[in-house]
Structures are given as C-alpha cells and as structure tokens.
Antibody
Framework: EVQLVESGGGLVQPGGSLRLSCAASGFTFSSYWMHWVRQAPGKGLVWVSH????????NYADSVKGRFTISRDNAKNTLYLQMNSLRADDTAVYYC??????????WGQGTLVSVSS | DIVMTQTPLSSPVTLGQPASISCRSS???????????LSWLQQRPGQPPRLLLYKISNRFSGVPDRFSGSGAGTDFTLKISRVEAEDVGVYYC?????????FGQGTKVEIK
C-alpha cells in the first residue's frame, strides 16, 4: 500500500526556518517525481515545488524561489522541503504528492506550517 | 501562469441528481506530446485531495463510474451522473501542460 506521511510542521516566527519531511512507503520511491503542494487555511491548492527521481532536477514556484529547497534521500525513501525566511503568507498545510500522468495519485495527510509572531 | 477558472463556485445538488462543473483555461492545454494534462481532484472535508480523473477523462483506480470528464483545448467538464452523500466536498481542476502547474479555485458541492 502506497503511503506518504509528512512531518516537521509547526509554529515559527517570521524569518524563521523549518524542514518538512515526507516518508514514503509501498512503492519504488526513486522512480517517481515528487511534489509539494500547499493550501492556505480556507483556500485552494497551490503547487510549490517538484523534484525528479534522482534529485537532479528541481523547480519552484516564484513565491518560494530562493527561500525553499526541495531534496530527497532515496536510500531513506524520504522527501524534504527546507523552508527559510518564512513569511506569514507561507502559512498553509503542506502536502507531499506523487506524480502521475501530469497529476497526483497519492497524497499525504499534510502538515500545518504556521508563521506568526 | 495559466489561469484555471471554474464555474460554478458552489453547487447545491439533490441526492441522486446530476452535477456538472466547468473548467476553462487561459491557454490551450494540448501539450506538444499530444496529451492534454487536465485532471480533476476531489477534496472531502478535512481530507487531502484525491485524484478522480487524469488526462481529461481517464478515471483513476477505484473512482466510481458516475464520475466522468470531457472537453478539449481550453474547456473541460466534470460530470457526476447521480450525486451521492459521499460526493460532498470541493472539486478542483488542475493543468500540468504548462509550467507551473495551476489549479482552479475549487467548486464546492453540497447537498440541498
């Protein structure tokens, strides 16, 4: 059974940092592009970042470029999102999701990041 | 970025009746590889999104056949043939033809 489990969210002050993790199981992790998608409270879905199977290709939304870094450890079947210089508008539930034919077939339950003083 | 516009934003439906959601993109979603990367996702209250349909009309594993998708180019439709109580939630269209991937605003389906 495919599972994605995020962790690492929490309350952080503006300007602070957090590292999110997404532990994957039930599939060959290194074979899949992986994504982070976020959802601000009561709002819609926004793509944040993606990474290819071996970690050599990454991309970011303009709103997080230069502040967030996506990475993966295929030996540990884990996806990461390092978030620096956090702002109030980064407050959201962050989901990791597996790429599938231009969409996402499996999603984690999400981890809440709150940026507030 | 490609703008995805969904209508309506709210859809009160009677159980057992059909529902339809429209999604329009600001540019054609036909990719150079010939595919159209338009998908539909459902988000039930308090849950992560769930994939319903990909590449316009391909139903994902386990998705009931009362869900169907159609359209081409810039205009797409999700239809629920007979709404059931478990279909309550927010539905999003999403495009992956152009970078970055973008979502519609969401359509809330609720029971009358």
């Amino acid at each position: 059974e495919v599972q994605l489990v995020e962790s690492g969210g929490g309350l952080v002050q503006p300007g602070g940092s957090l590292r999110l993790s997404c532990a994957a199981s039930g599939f060959t992790f290194s074979s899949y592009w992986m994504h982070w998608v976020r959802q601000a409270p009561g709002k819609g879905l926004v793509w944040v970042s993606h990474i290819n199977g071996d970690g050599s290709n990454t991309n970011y939304a303009d709103s997080v470029k230069g502040r967030f870094t996506i990475s993966r450890d295929n030996a540990k079947n884990t996806l990461y999102l390092q978030m620096n210089s956090l702002r109030a508008d980064d407050t959201a539930v962050y989901y990791c999701a597996r790429d599938f034919h231009g969409s996402y077939d499996y999603w984690g339950q999400g981890t809440l990041v709150s940026v507030s003083s | 970025d490609i703008v995805m516009t969904q209508t309506p934003l709210s859809s009160p439906v009677t159980l057992g009746q059909p529902a339809s959601i429209s999604c329009r993109s600001s540019q054609s979603l036909v990719h150079s590889d010939g595919n159209t990367y338009l998908s539909w996702l459902q988000q039930r209250p308090g849950q992560p999104p769930r994939l319903l349909l990909y590449k316009i009309s391909n139903r994902f594993s386990g998705v009931p056949d009362r869900f169907s998708g159609s359209g081409a180019g810039t205009d797409f439709t999700l239809k629920i043939s007979r709404v059931e109580a478990e279909d309550v939630g927010v539905y999003y269209c999403m495009q992956a033809t152009h970078f970055p991937r973008t979502f519609g605003q969401g359509t809330k389906v609720e029971i009358k």
